[in-house]
């Protein structure tokens, strides 16, 4: 199993944007890996959009963020309020919201959903994040759903069983509008990230895993 070690200039934060359709998309795809890197010698800072986030949804978004990146050097939030499914009937207004996101942040990795994910909110955008930040690295989480799209990721990032308890904490905590629905469940999550740890020969048996279609490696 090889590594990718992307080079880091150590004398400023490491600069992430993350992008979800829902209120929980970007825990569910990368709240271990986002908890790793908060834990790790770099320090970090975080813009944090999430597109369908109005009322309740949104005050679980705002909450749930700001107790997952407690460890950040600087957040900025920003909780829209296209509607829930609707996406691709807002492209205008989505695709003017993701002009301003990149007059807005200047990411070092964007983590955002997967082209190959078939709902539709999600699928969308992906799409515009490909089309908008095109000189960036890109990883692109996976979420478990009905559709079974799940699909065969090629980047993967271990973590420990304290980190994945803590990332499943905060999703049973945070989102207790989404406790009813039968696919919402520790069981769900800590499966998910068990079998991407076989798959990454992880020493945890533990990992999240990935779509990078691109990469460039620099060697100098």
């Known amino acids: 199993?090889?590594?990718l070690l992307p080079g880091r200039d150590?004398?400023?934060?490491?600069r992430l944007l993350c992008?979800?359709?829902?209120?929980?998309?970007?825990?569910?795809?990368?709240g271990a890996t986002l908890l790793r890197l908060l834990a790790g010698p770099q320090p970090v800072t975080v813009d944090w959009v999430v597109f369908a986030a109005a009322g309740d949804r949104?005050?679980?978004?705002?909450?749930?963020?700001?107790?997952?990146?407690r460890g950040a050097a600087a957040v900025r939030t920003r909780l829209r309020g296209f509607r829930d499914g609707f996406f691709p009937a807002d492209f205008s207004g989505i695709k003017e919201a993701f002009e301003d996101l990149k007059r807005w942040s200047s990411p070092d990795?964007?983590?955002?959903?997967?082209?190959?994910?078939?709902?539709?909110?999600?699928?969308?955008?992906?799409?515009?994040?490909?089309?908008?930040?095109?000189?960036?690295?890109?990883?692109?989480?996976?979420?478990?759903?009905?559709?079974?799209?799940?699909?065969?990721?090629n980047l993967f990032v271990p973590v420990t069983a304290e980190t994945a308890?803590?990332?499943?904490?905060?999703?049973?905590?945070?989102?207790?509008s989404q406790r009813s629905k039968g696919w919402f469940s520790p069981d769900t999550f800590h499966?998910?990230?068990?079998?991407?740890?076989?798959?990454?020969?992880?020493p945890t048996g533990l990992a999240e895993g990935f779509h990078a279609e691109k990469l460039n490696l620099s060697l100098w």
Request: aromatic content about 6%; charged content about 25%; proline content about 3%.
């Open 1 to 3: 199993m090889l590594s």
């Open 10 to 14: 150590l004398g400023r934060p490491l």
């Open 19 to 30: 992008i979800g359709a829902h209120s929980d998309d970007i825990e569910i795809g990368c």
């Open 58 to 69: 949104g005050r679980e978004a705002a909450e749930s963020a700001s107790a997952l990146l």
């Open 109 to 153: 990795l964007v983590l955002t959903h997967w082209r190959g994910d078939r709902h539709q909110d999600h699928r969308l955008l992906a799409e515009l994040s490909w089309n908008t930040f095109r000189d960036h690295l890109l990883l692109a989480y996976e979420i478990p759903k009905y559709d079974g799209d799940l699909g065969n990721p």
């Open 165 to 176: 308890q803590a990332k499943i904490d905060a999703l049973m905590a945070g989102f207790g």
């Open 191 to 202: 499966g998910l990230m068990r079998l991407r740890g076989v798959q990454a020969a992880s």
